[in-house]
């Protein structure tokens, strides 16, 4: 089976571009988790949906950072404007049901210049 | 806010030792706990989870964990490991009422030759 499917592994960009990060969870689970590591900060979660709705955003850093979960396969993180600061690795997840494991992509290792 | 506590950041081994990784929890009504496994330039993987049930939790590539409710504790263990098993470990726990999955800090495990 296909695991949680992140685009593209890599992205290196200049500040101010903007920056669209791509998830395809697992078919059939209902949860989306957007995670953002640092080496400063570890492991921080961004936002998550339920049935493709934003739950808790509450760890969005701040306006630049959007996200969408347009249908049950697929969800984006945009970054605009970008800033060296967004630096780091976003990992997508993805759970079936409550209170069961998340399971994550690869991620996408970000460097913004 | 509910935490989690790896006190070690970094663990050295020689290869067939047993090792520990510990992992301490702030106390709640219910907890849910999770050990997750990430090798360099991947995603993290679940070794094991507690949910409910025996306090004793066995897990993928010979690894298991112990849920200790009067010392809020959940210590990663395996009676031997492998080079293989070189990677950073994060204990996470499902913060209440909510899906969001709080990380500790990690702990790099390096076994040697």
Redesign the interface.
Known sequence: DAG?IQSPRHEVTEMGQEVTLRCKPISGHD?L?WYRQTMMR??E?LI?F?NNVP??DSGMPEDRFSAKMPNASFSTLKIQPSEPRDSAVY?C?S?MG??Q???????T?LSIL | AQSVTQLDSQVPVFEEAPVELRCNYSSSVSVYLFWYVQYPNQGLQLLLKYLSGSTLVKGINGFEAEFNKSQTSFHLRKPSVHISDTAEYFCARLQGGSEKLVFGKGTKLTVNP
């Open positions: 949680v949860y988790f570890g492991l979660l998550y339920n739950i808790d990992f997840a759970s409550r209170s494991p998340q399971h994550f992509g690869d991620g290792r």
